[in-house]
C-alpha cells in the first residue's frame, strides 16, 4: 500500500536556528508533495505545494525564504523551517499523491522552539 | 473560494450514545469530501470520502458520513461511540485545484 514516512517524530531547536525535515513516499510515485502546519489549537495550513516539473507554489503568508522546499525525486521531499521562532512551533505534515490519487498522509514532526 | 466550517469546536458524548459532527462546506464547483481523525500526539487517519454516487459514504470503526448537496453539508455520523473514538476530526474538503482545505476541527470527548 501507499506509506508516507515522516521523521523525525519530534524536535527540538533553539529560537533562530534551522530545522529539517523530511518525507519519505514508499509504494508509489509521489509526483505532488504538499506540506502543511498545525500550529497549537489550530487546523491544518497549508504552505506550499511541490508538483514535479512545476515551481513550488507557496500560499500566503508563506515564502520560499522562510520554508524552502526540495523535491528531487519521486520518493522524497524536505522542507526546512529558517531561523525558527516560537511562533514556528506545532506539527508539520506532509501528504503525497500519484497523479490526481488521493493524498496519502505522513505522522509529521512535531517542532517545538525554545 | 474554498472554504470547510466545523460549527462545534468540542463535543462531549457518553460512550454507547450515538455521534453527529457537522460539516459544512463552500465551493461551487463538485466537492470531494473526506473526514480525517487525528488522535493524541499523531498524525492524519482517513475515515472516509466521498466522491459521488450513493450519498452515504461508509468508512472504518463504523463511521458513517451524509453528502447533501441542497444543504452544503457532509455530516458525519456513528450509531454507538467507544472511549477510543475520543480524537479530533477534521472535515476537509478538495475543489478544482487539488488542493485540501480543512475544516477548523471537532474535538471529540466520549466520557464513561
Known amino acids: 500500500g501507499a506509506l508516507v514516512y515522516q521523521y523525525p517524530r519530534r524536535t527540538i531547536c533553539k529560537s533562530g536556528t534551522s530545522m529539517r525535515m523530511e518525507c519519505q513516499a514508499v509504494g508509489f510515485q509521489a509526483t505532488s508533495v504538499a506540506w502543511y502546519r498545525q500550529s497549537p489549537q489550530k487546523t491544518f495550513e497549508l504552505i506550499a505545494l511541490s508538483t514535479v516539473n512545476s515551481a513550488i507554489k507557496y500560499e500566503q503568508n508563506f515564502t520560499q525564504e522562510k520554508f524552502p522546499i526540495s523535491h528531487p525525486n519521486l520518493s522524497f521531499s524536505s522542507m526546512t523551517v529558517l531561523n525558527a521562532y516560537l511562533e514556528d512551533r506545532g506539527l508539520y505534515l506532509c501528504g503525497a499523491r500519484q497523479g490526481h490519487s488521493d493524498y496519502t498522509f505522513g505522522s509529521g514532526t512535531r517542532l517545538l522552539v525554545i | 473560494a474554498q472554504s470547510v466550517t466545523q460549527p462545534d469546536a468540542r463535543v462531549t458524548v457518553s460512550e454507547g450514545a450515538s455521534l453527529q459532527l457537522r460539516c459544512k462546506y463552500s465551493?461551487?464547483?463538485?466537492?470531494?469530501l473526506f473526514w480525517y481523525v487525528q488522535y493524541p500526539r499523531q498524525g492524519l487517519q482517513l475515515l472516509l470520502k466521498?466522491?459521488?454516487?450513493?450519498?452515504v459514504v461508509q468508512g472504518v470503526n463504523g463511521f458513517e458520513a451524509e453528502f447533501s448537496k441542497s444543504n452544503s453539508s457532509f455530516h458525519l455520523r456513528k450509531a454507538s461511540v467507544h472511549w477510543s473514538d475520543s480524537a479530533v476530526y477534521f472535515c476537509v474538503l478538495s475543489g478544482g485545484n487539488y488542493k485540501y482545505v480543512f475544516g477548523a476541527g471537532t474535538r471529540l470527548k466520549v466520557i464513561a
Open positions: 466521498y466522491y459521488s454516487g450513493d450519498p
Open positions: 465551493y461551487s464547483g463538485t466537492p470531494y
